[in-house]
């Protein structure tokens, strides 16, 4: 089992910028981890992930402006929110899954097994 607890969010304003955390514990085959976001009335979005070879990938929508990291330990992932718009503003998730194998991580909600509950990022223009 896993579990995530994520922090760090709030309201900024257009521009801004924020850093979210994600405190990771327990064990499990858990070679992905990934952030997501749910704005009211849309459908769960895949932001980025990041593997244990700390290989990233990330959303056209957020490349550039978002960054996923993670300590050494593997206990700690972050993203880095920059440049935030109005429409960034969700509801934030870590996710934690077993990917494909290889190194290869899914982009899909369902292929994550654990999740936290949600930090809320809210933008101001």
């Known amino acids: 089992q896993v579990q995530l607890v994520e922090s760090g969010g709030g309201s900024v304003q257009a521009g801004g910028s924020l850093r979210l955390s994600c405190i990771i514990s327990g064990s499990a085959n858990t070679p992905c981890m990934g952030w997501f976001r749910q704005a009211p009335g849309k459908e769960r979005e895949w932001l980025a992930h990041i593997n244990t070879n700390y290989d990233t990938k990330y959303a056209d929508s957020v490349k550039g402006r978002f960054t996923i990291s993670q300590n050494s330990a593997k206990n700690t992932l972050w993203l880095d929110l920059s440049r935030l718009k109005p429409s960034d503003t969700a509801m934030y998730f870590c996710?934690?899954?077993?990917?494909w194998g290889g190194g290869v991580c899914y982009r899909s909600p369902g292929r994550y097994e654990y999740w936290g509950q949600g930090t809320q990022v809210t933008v101001s223009s």
């Open positions: 996710a934690a899954g077993p990917g």
